[in-house]
């Protein structure tokens, strides 16, 4: 799957929480008329959101597609300019560095604060990538990776599930990645991560499900953002290649389908399980990997 040239602030399901904002042209459909209908399921204007490291890519286009959906969204970034992408669209900012606990904490209790102890919906996305062989990895790196991708989705289930027991309803999606069921060389805290965060979704499945809350973890190969497509251009640069070659016999190798996947694809997904009619799943690891892991 990866070469070492795969270095930098990139999640394999997306864009870094800790990367700059960059403006995307997402095209969501789920919720666009007529399907935004309290028959289909899809009518959100009673729920309130908050997406982690919202400021671009997946979570960029999940937050997008709640506010279509006329959901109440908290829009989370590390990144201060993302305020002004809320603006635009229609969410609420909540700054914060989710690698400093105090700071999730914080961000727990703005949301709560903010939306009188009403929060239906958490969308654990933020994330970031750092590649090393394991002997080389920085121990701080590490920590804070986990901190990130783990330890950051725990203390926000902890605060924020139990209003949604009380309410008797709530949807919690941890964005994992394809790397929450596969391994990868060089890629030691996040698949740590991610791996954990499949297990921490299963868990807490098993307690929430009895108060109509689910839990699920979205599993994603490699999607269609401006950092990985920076990427597959120096690739094909450096090899001598297309893009489409790089992309087909480098990055998406093992996958059935060879293509990137979009944001507003996974976006649309999380709508579904948000959905009424996606009560019926809860502790899955979904797997939108284009048949990567049939193998």
């Known amino acids: 799957m990866g070469l070492m040239e795969l270095m930098g602030a990139q999640t394999a399901h997306g864009v870094s929480a800790r990367s700059r904002s960059l403006t995307l042209d997402v095209t969501l459909s789920t919720c666009g008329e007529p399907q935004t209908t309290k028959d289909s399921g899809m009518d959100f204007s009673t729920r309130t959101v908050l997406v982690t490291g919202a400021g671009s890519g997946i979570g960029r286009a999940i937050a997008e597609t709640f506010v279509r959906c006329k959901a109440r969204v908290f829009l989370h970034d590390i990144n201060p300019a993302a305020e002004k992408l809320a603006s635009a669209i229609g969410a609420e900012f909540l700054p914060g560095d989710l690698a400093d606990a105090e700071a999730v904490r914080r961000l727990a209790s ?142 998406l190798e093992p996958a059935a389908i060879k293509r990137l996947i979009e944001p507003s694809e996974v976006a649309d997904f999380v709508v579904y399980l948000c959905s009424e009619p996606g009560a019926i799943i809860t502790g899955s690891a979904q797997m939108l990997d284009l048949g990567w892991t049939t193998r």
Request: charged share 15%; net charge neutral.
């Open 110 to 251: 703005a949301v709560l604060e903010k939306s009188g102890g009403k929060i239906d919906i958490l969308v654990n996305n933020a994330g970031f990538q750092h590649i090393a062989m394991v002997e080389e990895f920085p121990e701080e790196t590490f920590i804070t990776m986990i901190q990130v991708m783990l330890i950051a989705p725990f203390q926000l289930i902890r605060a924020l599930l139990p209003p949604m027991k009380q309410s008797g309803w709530g949807r919690i999606i941890n964005v994992a990645s394809i790397h929450a069921v596969v391994a990868s060389p060089f890629k030691s805290a996040y698949i740590s991560a991610k791996h954990g965060l499949l297990g921490l979704t299963r868990c807490v499945a098993l307690e929430a499900a009895p108060f109509g809350v689910t839990v699920n973890a979205l599993c994603p190969a490699y999607v269609r953002t401006p950092l990985v497509e920076k990427q597959i251009a120096d690739q094909a640069r450096e090899h001598g290649l297309t893009t489409d070659e790089v992309v087909q016999k480098i990055m």
